[in-house]
């Protein structure tokens, strides 16, 4: 079963997949998603059709059809949800490994742009 748009009206169903039963699906920052059809647009603006439900629970034409408007707006429903637990700091802490600790400036010599730096360099005898 397939939504499609068809003369200016989104019919119920379809038995078969066609290029009228594609859409394209925007959700926006408050959660609630449009669906506008792929296939047809506005022909002077060039804006798309929007699926949209009246308040008497009837398909509007997609032409009539804005995207601000509330009669376009659906909430999705959710199939699966999954609760995860945020980890704290002490929970991180513990399961991380063990640090290694530096050595110090003492056991190896300083670099500078990948050379020795000359204060460090040993005075030898000629």
Not at 56 to 65: H, I, S, T, Y
Not at 77 to 85: G, N, S
Not at 116 to 125: A, G, I, L, N, R
Request: aromatic fraction near 10%; charged fraction near 30%; glycine fraction near 6%.
């Amino acid at each position: 079963m397939w939504g499609i748009v068809k003369e200016e009206k989104v019919e119920e169903e379809e038995e078969h997949f066609t290029p009228e039963c594609k859409f394209k699906e925007c959700v926006f920052e408050n959660y609630y998603v449009t669906y506008s059809s792929i296939l047809y647009r506005q022909t002077q603006s060039g804006r798309a059709w929007y699926i949209g439900i009246n308040r008497d629970g009837q398909v509007m034409k997609g032409n009539r059809v804005k995207k601000t408007k509330g009669a376009a707006h659906f909430l999705p429903k959710l199939i699966e949800v999954a609760m995860y637990r945020e980890p704290s700091l002490h929970d991180v802490a513990l399961q991380s490994p063990p640090r290694k600790t530096p050595k110090t400036s003492s056991d190896s010599p300083v670099l500078q742009n990948g050379k020795k730096d000359p204060k460090s360099k040993t005075k030898t005898s000629s």
